[in-house]
């Protein structure tokens, strides 16, 4: 007997059109729901390193740090940390004057920092002081060129500490000198007294790679174990 030949109908072959439909919409789901998280995870992951280099140089910045009188090391007016310190490419390269603030670029509050070439007189280094204060508030063109942004922010705050107790701001109480002998040229006062230790606060906005309120405290190393 010849057995008969039979071929799909109409209805298995739609059957199986709509099975391997429903299949692919399933994997596509899964791959993309992959590659979603993937992003996310890389996203997350560039922002911290971008932040944990930042807070590395804002530690740099300050363990570097140098009074020249009149002038303190770090001073704060609520808007812009400036912070002289000496270079560390080469010796005799001069000081540098860097600043950090926060600011809004295209709607975003982002943390910044600024660097000054090379200063090799006190005469640079006021103009470099008025400079760092220009750029926090209406940098031009030539003044963004020194500029990093670091992370985006909602706001951040920084304390000062001293003799045992935290306070705002970091205006410096400089030391008595003493004065001058009648006809003769005054001397150039002493550099204020350098605070123990400095406290950043930087809140992060919600809903970014990153978030939260993030403290980050720096203590002098002369310090001893008792403070």
Do not use: C
């Not at 996203?43 to 570097?64: N, S, V, Y």
């Amino acid at each position: 007997m010849r057995a008969s030949n039979r071929g799909f109908t109409l209805i298995e072959l739609l059957v199986a059109l709509a099975i391997l439909a429903l299949m692919a919409l399933v994997s596509w789901r899964g791959l993309d729901a992959m590659t979603r998280a993937h992003s996310h995870i890389q996203e997350r992951g560039d922002a911290l390193l971008t932040l944990q280099a930042g807070l590395a140089q804002w530690a740099a910045d300050l363990d570097a740090q140098v009074a020249l009188a009149p002038n303190p090391a770090l001073d704060w007016d609520g808007n812009t940390l400036r912070i002289t310190r000496y270079s560390t490419q080469a010796p005799g390269a001069g000081l540098l004057l860097v600043a950090w603030t926060v600011r809004s670029d295209k709607g975003v509050n982002q943390w910044l920092r600024w660097q000054s070439p090379p200063l090799t007189t006190r005469a640079a280094l006021q103009v470099a002081r008025t400079q760092a204060s220009q750029w926090a508030r209406n940098p031009g063109d030539a003044q963004r060129q020194f500029e990093v942004a670091i992370t985006p922010v909602e706001q951040w705050s920084v304390l000062t500490h001293r003799n045992g107790a935290w306070a705002v701001g970091a205006t410096a109480t400089p030391s008595t000198a003493p004065t001058p002998a009648s006809g003769a040229s005054a001397p150039i006062p002493p550099a204020p007294a350098p605070f123990d230790a400095v406290r950043l606060v930087l809140t992060l906005p919600p809903g970014s790679a990153l978030g939260g309120t993030l403290t980050r405290d720096w203590m002098r190393g002369t310090l001893g174990p008792g403070r």
